[in-house]
């Protein structure tokens, strides 16, 4: 916890880091990227601005930055340029029992240049509303026979409770594969916080949505669900959402098909299930990138996913003509957090030995978390 005068000096700091240019900004954290050299490892994720990425020694979906940080044998330091939940991942396999041993205990610290980049989906499942949903659950259905999984998109304590329940991570890049997995071992599934994803991806693996309550955590009883909805369930999603993607609707696609008959609609999984039916193609971040760097030049795309993404997509390739999706602009506030004046701030206290803004998991809660990174790490 960083003390209220701290915060002001840290916050009078930053201000002086806010009036400097760009281009100076980006000469000081070269520098500090040339002065530590291996030893320091800037992730972006795909989200983030262009001068950030610019910056970046790798980018990648939240699944390729997690074995990113867990494969990272050389750096001492992560300079995270992402939201919380993926410092906290990247913190949990970085400083995992066996890199500490091999570093003879010395810790990995993983900043997130920003502590205020947070992610709105990641905090409509809170681990008290889950264990009380587990526990009501168990009223109506054996809890024994019902496998927890979480999107990565989650505070660690999420994780660490579907460790401790045999539980499993899964991201946008590999929820199919976990569910299936998932499935070998149980006959029903508690999937959070993403309702979206859960739903799309069971969809596709033949489970009927009558067989898919939504679970409110607000409700008084059952989430909101009649006895019956939960004892014939196969998978119980939570009642979150990402409100970038929640944009992206049915009329979009339609507007896009009837100008462009010969449009490519791609969208991310966390739209809603009309939009992720009526499109062509669905995948995590990386898989877009990859689906439109795979394409004939000529092709026409409607991309429904955050718009940084999509507008370095049409500046990579201009010899496809890539539209966005929705009509108004939709990006997420909380990456956009991440600027060169944070990252150079941050950058600048590491170097000097006063690192800021460290993601730190308790002990405890990191081991817990641990079991099911490493469970959705092991699934191929
Ligand atoms: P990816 O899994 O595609 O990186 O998406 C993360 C995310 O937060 C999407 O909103
Ligand atoms: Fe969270 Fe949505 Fe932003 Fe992804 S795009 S980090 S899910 S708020």
């Not at 999603?237 to 009837?258: A, I, M, T």
């Not at 010969?262 to 992720?276: D, G, N």
């Not at 170097?351 to 990174?373: F, K, M, S, W, Y």
Request: proline share 5%; aromatic share 6%; glycine share 6%.
């Amino acid at each position: 916890m960083v003390h209220a005068t701290a915060r002001r000096a840290q916050n009078e700091e930053l201000l002086a880091y806010k009036s400097l240019e760009d281009e100076v900004l980006t000469r000081r954290i070269q520098a500090v990227r040339d002065a530590l050299g291996p030893q320091l490892l800037i992730l972006g994720h795909h989200y983030q601005r262009d001068e950030v990425i610019a910056l970046s020694d790798l980018r990648g979906d939240s699944y390729k930055l997690s074995e990113m940080a867990a494969a990272s044998t050389e750096c001492r330091a992560i300079a995270f340029c992402g939201v919380h939940f993926m410092a906290e991942t990247a913190d949990i396999l970085a400083n995992r029992p066996e890199r500490l041993a091999e570093r003879g205990g010395q810790r990995v610290p993983v900043i997130l240049p920003d502590m205020s980049a947070g992610c709105s989906m990641a905090d409509m499942a809170e681990v008290d509303e889950v264990e009380d949903c587990w526990e009501q659950l168990s009223g109506v259905i054996d809890t024994r026979d019902l496998m927890p999984v979480t999107y990565v998109n989650s505070a660690a304590s999420l994780k660490a409770f579907c460790g401790r329940r045999g539980g499993i991570v899964c991201t946008s890049a590999n929820a199919r594969p976990v569910l299936e997995w998932s499935f070998a071992q149980r006959r029903r599934v508690l999937f959070f916080p993403d309702q979206h994803l859960g739903r799309n991806t069971a969809l596709r693996m033949g489970v009927p949505a009558e067989q898919m309550p939504v679970w409110d955590p607000r409700a008084d009883e059952l989430g909101g669900n009649p006895r019956e909805a939960i004892a014939s369930s196969r998978v119980i999603l939570w009642k979150g959402h990402c409100s970038v993607h929640q944009v992206f609707l049915p009329e979009h696609v339609e507007g896009f098909r009837q100008r462009l008959p010969e449009i490519r609609i791609l969208v991310h999984p966390e739209c809603m299930r009309e939009v992720v039916d009526m499109a062509d193609q669905i995948g995590s971040t990386g898989t877009i990138i990859r689906a439109v760097r795979e394409s004939p030049p000529g092709t026409k795309w409607a991309i429904g996913t955050e718009l940084h993404l999509v507008n370095r997509l049409k500046r990579e390739h201009p010899e496809q003509e890539i539209h966005f999706l929705a009509p108004l602009v939709c990006m997420c506030a909380t990456m956009f957090r991440i600027d060169l004046a944070h990252l150079c701030w941050s950058l600048e206290k590491l170097a000097a030995g006063t690192p800021v803004n460290v993601v730190r998991v308790g002990d405890e809660i990191a081991a817990d978390a641990l079991v099911a990174l490493r469970r959705m790490l092991e699934v191929k």
